[in-house]
């Protein structure tokens, strides 16, 4: 699926014909959902929908400016992590989409939250074991193995474990991303990531 890349030398530039664009933090949360989409059936591009990874919460002002009502004024909407909820937040604040923005008023504006993050939501809704055979799948279990022994994480719950494995390796987020939501039960998928495909 095209994306707008996270530049922070550059403004973002959708492509012209885009009428929604769905900001998110980074490119596990970019694959997770269009994964999603297409298990729904969904041709994102079709509906002239894009998810654009921004790079970090951080740089969601600076899309929202460009994008939003004072720029190109598209359909907005995103996804971020509850650590992130301020930075997006203040971000449709100073874009002039509300003030005071409560959790609910931002998911009317389509904006929603992830309780932790988007691991977090995923291996709740899958479960541990569901995870793990995805773990499993891409030749990593004994790497779980060896990470849950390690002395610091031994004894933890099976579900914190792996939700630091996740962030152990650069890239095995964005690798599992897409992977873990095609295990899912499509009656169990997180609301936040339900939420936001029927808004678009």
């Known amino acids: 699926m095209p994306s707008l890349q996270a530049d922070a030398n550059a403004a973002p530039r959708p492509r012209a014909f885009d009428q929604t664009v769905v900001l998110v933090e980074g490119v596990s949360d970019q694959l997770a959902l269009g994964a999603l989409a297409r298990r729904r059936g969904r041709d994102l591009e079709a509906e002239k929908v894009s998810i654009v990874a921004i790079g970090g919460a951080t740089n969601i002002a600076r899309y929202l400016e460009t994008l939003g009502p004072h720029g190109r004024n598209v359909r907005l909407a995103g996804l971020c992590d509850a650590a992130?909820?301020?930075?997006?937040?203040?971000?449709?604040?100073?874009?002039?989409?509300?003030?005071?923005?409560?959790?609910?008023?931002?998911?009317?504006?389509?904006?929603?939250?992830?309780?932790?993050?988007?691991?977090?939501?995923?291996?709740?809704?899958?479960?541990?074991?569901?995870?793990?055979?995805?773990?499993?799948?891409?030749?990593?279990?004994?790497?779980?193995?060896?990470?849950?022994?390690?002395?610091?994480?031994?004894g933890r719950a099976r579900e914190d474990q792996?939700?630091?494995?996740?962030?152990?390796?650069?890239?095995?987020?964005?690798?599992?991303?897409?992977?873990?939501?095609?295990?899912l039960d499509l009656d169990r998928v997180p609301a936040p990531l339900d939420r936001l495909l029927s808004f678009v």
């Open 84 to 154: 992130e909820e301020r930075d997006y937040r203040r971000g449709l604040e100073r874009a002039g989409l509300g003030s005071n923005l409560s959790r609910a008023e931002m998911e009317r504006l389509g904006f929603f939250v992830c309780v932790e993050d988007l691991e977090d939501e995923l291996i709740r809704a899958l479960g541990g074991a569901g995870v793990e055979r995805v773990i499993d799948a891409q030749g990593e279990l004994e790497l779980f193995r060896t990470f849950q022994n390690q002395p610091q994480w031994r």
């Open 162 to 183: 792996l939700r630091r494995f996740f962030g152990t390796y650069r890239g095995r987020k964005i690798r599992s991303a897409a992977l873990l939501v095609d295990a």
